[in-house]
């Protein structure tokens, strides 16, 4: 079975600091790699995904990710967070053609101070 | 756009209650999933579907059924509701490897 590990559950900021949030996952063959993120009170976006081609992924609200085969990695990289990306941030993996859904990890929740 | 829609956004119901979460999507999409969001634990899946009557156990499916009888519409089913199963729950439409998510239903079993 397939795992996701988000390295850090609270992350705090001061707005114009660059961000970086860990995730890895256990998965050995080919796999589609997402990262989505919740606004409070608000359904589930999807920032940026991951399918084959280039590792390095941009994504909306000027969010990139870069997969890392060698380490099983997706990290979700921002250089300069706002005061309105404070939310849950979800890495989530699936395998083949998406028919068997995603596993997600358990979240980052990032707080970022005015 | 695919919308994803959960017929109700909060619910309040008493323990041993069967309890029905609603779920319909509009773009023909053949697969279709429930999961359950609670904090520090992220999403996790319950069941899933394939196709019209074909269902899946994801990967916490004890205390829960699902009925899918027409394409665009996928029902969870809480046979005898516990506490233990207050959660928010969301429903999630797959076409490819694109995913849609609705925008939840907010359960509590009192």
């Known amino acids: 079975a397939q795992s996701v590990s988000q390295h850090n559950h609270h992350v705090i900021l001061s707005e114009a600091a660059s961000l970086e949030l860990g995730c890895n996952y256990s998965?050995?063959?080919?796999?589609?790699l997402f990262w989505y993120v919740q606004y409070p009170g608000q359904h589930l976006q999807l920032l940026l995904k991951?399918?084959?081609?280039?590792?390095l992924v941009k994504g909306i609200k000027g969010f990139e990710a870069e997969f890392i085969k060698s380490k099983f990695s997706f990290n979700l990289r921002k250089p300069s967070v706002q005061w309105s990306d404070t939310a849950e941030y979800f890495c989530?993996?699936?395998?083949?053609?998406?028919?068997?859904?995603?596993?997600f990890g358990k979240g980052t929740h990032l707080i970022i101070q005015p | 756009d695919v919308k994803v829609t959960q017929s109700s956004r909060y619910l309040v119901k008493r323990t041993g209650e069967k309890v029905f979460l609603e779920c319909v999507q509009d773009?023909?999409?053949?697969?279709m999933f429930w999961y359950r969001q609670d904090p520090g634990l992220g999403l996790r899946l319950i069941y899933f579907?394939?196709?019209?009557?074909?269902?899946e156990k994801g990967d916490i499916p004890e205390g829960y059924s699902v009925s899918r009888e027409k394409k665009e519409r996928f029902s969870l089913i809480l046979e005898s509701a516990s506490t233990n199963q207050t959660s928010m729950y969301l429903c999630?439409?797959?076409?490819?490897?694109?995913?849609?998510f609705g925008s939840g239903t907010r359960l509590t079993v009192v």
């Open positions: 999630a439409s797959s076409f490819r490897r694109g995913y849609t």
């Open positions: 998965y050995g063959g080919t796999v589609n």
């Open positions: 991951y399918f084959s081609g280039d590792p």
């Open positions: 989530a993996v699936n395998s083949g053609g998406g028919a068997d859904g995603l596993t």
């Open positions: 773009m023909d999409h053949e697969n």
């Open positions: 579907s394939y196709d019209v009557k074909m269902k």
